[in-house]
């Protein structure tokens, strides 16, 4: 009963430091997607994966790079952490792009000083 | 450009009465609509979904949802409120392509006893 899992829950970082932000699904998902939510501002869309071996940007992708490892794994990650990327990070699937995303993962709260 | 706007951002209803959530958009051709649900430290939920046909959604939990085009409105509904229902709501609209859905910055609903 697992659905999307995050890793890690939460985490903290200096400015220019890296890290990677992992998400795994078991539901076969063809579709996966990366959001940062803000106060505020609801969540917007960073990168997303349409299928396997595909990625594509979002709404805010700046900063950010994103690996589909295969079809259960989408990797989010900061090459130089920057104190505008604190957020919390979703990570969602769905069964295919013309549902939107179905479930989502608890999330990543990450604090960059 | 699509937006979502969701007027209202903290509402309370007493327990056993009837809810009403707005959200109006704004989107160039037909709309595909959704309302998420966010409980605390949790990711979202998909509550309903609306792409054509019935302009009345139902969804889980009780919940259902009314498209009016001409208001250019997706609001959602419960007949009775309970206390399990106190959350964050979000609406949230998108196009062909549902992988860049745009969302509102949600309302916050609070139960009394």
């Known amino acids: 009963n697992a659905g999307v899992t995050q890793t890690p829950k939460f985490q903290v970082l200096k400015t220019g430091q890296s890290m990677t932000l992992q998400c795994a699904q078991d539901m076969n998902h063809n579709s996966m997607y990366w959001y940062r939510q803000d106060p505020g501002m609801g969540l917007r869309l960073i990168y997303y994966?349409?299928?396997?071996?595909?990625?594509d940007k979002g709404e805010v992708p700046n900063g950010y790079n994103v690996s589909r490892l295969n079809k259960r794994e989408f990797s989010l990650r900061l090459e130089s952490a920057a104190p505008s990327q604190t957020s919390v990070y979703f990570c969602?699937?769905?069964?295919?792009?013309?549902?939107?995303?179905?479930?989502f993962g608890d999330g990543t709260r990450l604090s960059i000083l | 450009a699509q937006s979502v706007t969701q007027p209202d951002i903290h509402i309370t209803v007493s327990e056993g009465a009837s809810l009403e959530l707005r959200c109006n958009y704004s989107?160039?051709?037909?709309?595909?609509l959704f309302w998420y649900v966010q409980s605390p430290g949790q990711g979202l939920q998909l509550l309903l979904k609306y792409f054509s046909g019935d302009t009345l959604v139902q969804g889980i939990k009780g919940f259902e949802a009314e498209f009016k085009r001409s208001q250019s409105s997706f609001n959602l509904r419960k007949p009775s409120v309970h206390w399990s229902d106190a959350a964050e709501y979000f609406c949230a609209v998108g196009g062909t392509g549902f992988q860049k859905l745009v969302f509102g910055t949600g309302t916050r609903l609070l139960v009394s006893p």
């Open positions: 994966s349409a299928s396997e071996g595909t990625t």
């Open positions: 969602a699937s769905s069964s295919s792009g013309s549902e939107g995303p179905q479930h």
């Open positions: 989107y160039g051709a037909t709309p595909y």
